[in-house]
C-alpha cells in the first residue's frame, strides 16, 4: 500500500497532506491517559514516503478535529491551487475520513475516498462508512483505481 499511495500522491499535482493532533477519542485508546494522539508523538507522524512529500512546499495542514476543514486554512489552499477533486485516505475511516469527505462534498468538492487507503477500529465501522459516503457524498475506489486513473489522465 505504501509503494502505491506515495506514486499516487507523487502524481498529484496540488497535494496537501493533513495531519491530525490532540482529539479525544472516547472508544478508543491511544498514546496517553486522556485518549489524545499527542502532537510530535510516533502515532502523530506521517508514514515516511508522505512526510518527504509533506515536506515539499510546506504541504501539510494539521488539525485538531475530525473535520480537517475546520478552523484551518484547507479549503483555502485547496482552491488557490485550482483543486476540485479532493481524495481522503487515513484513519479512522468512520471519524477524520467520513467527516472530512462530507464536508467536502458540502463545500463543492469531488470527493474519493480510497477503501484500501483508510482504515477503522473495524471492518463493520470501516464499511459502513464507505457505504454511507458511496451512497451520496463520495467515489469509492482503491488506490490502485487512482494510480490507473492518474496514469491515464493526460499531463496539463
Not at 507523487?10 to 495531519?19: D, N, S
Not at 509533506?54 to 485538531?64: G, H, V
Not at 469509492?140 to 487512482?146: F, K, Q, Y
Request: charged content about 25%.
Amino acid at each position: 500500500m505504501t509503494t502505491a499511495l506515495s506514486c499516487a500522491a507523487g502524481a498529484l499535482q496540488a497535494t496537501v497532506c493533513v495531519r491530525s493532533t490532540n482529539h479525544v477519542l472516547t472508544q478508543l485508546k491511544t498514546r496517553d491517559d486522556s485518549g489524545s494522539i499527542l502532537r510530535y508523538s510516533d502515532a502523530w507522524r506521517l508514514m515516511p514516503a508522505l512526510e518527504k512529500l509533506a515536506a515539499q512546499d510546506e504541504r501539510l495542514e494539521d488539525k485538531s478535529q475530525y473535520d480537517a476543514f475546520l478552523n484551518t486554512a484547507l479549503e483555502e489552499r485547496l482552491r488557490g491551487k485550482g483543486v476540485k477533486t479532493v481524495v481522503i485516505t487515513g484513519t479512522l475511516t468512520n471519524l477524520c475520513c467520513e467527516t472530512t469527505a462530507r464536508e467536502a462534498f458540502c463545500r463543492d468538492f469531488d470527493v474519493v475516498v480510497l477503501d484500501d487507503g483508510c482504515a477503522a477500529a473495524s471492518d463493520r465501522h470501516h464499511r459502513a462508512s464507505l457505504e454511507n459516503l458511496e451512497f451520496g457524498f463520495a467515489d469509492v475506489w482503491t488506490i490502485s483505481d487512482l494510480v490507473t486513473r492518474l496514469k491515464a489522465k493526460p499531463s496539463s
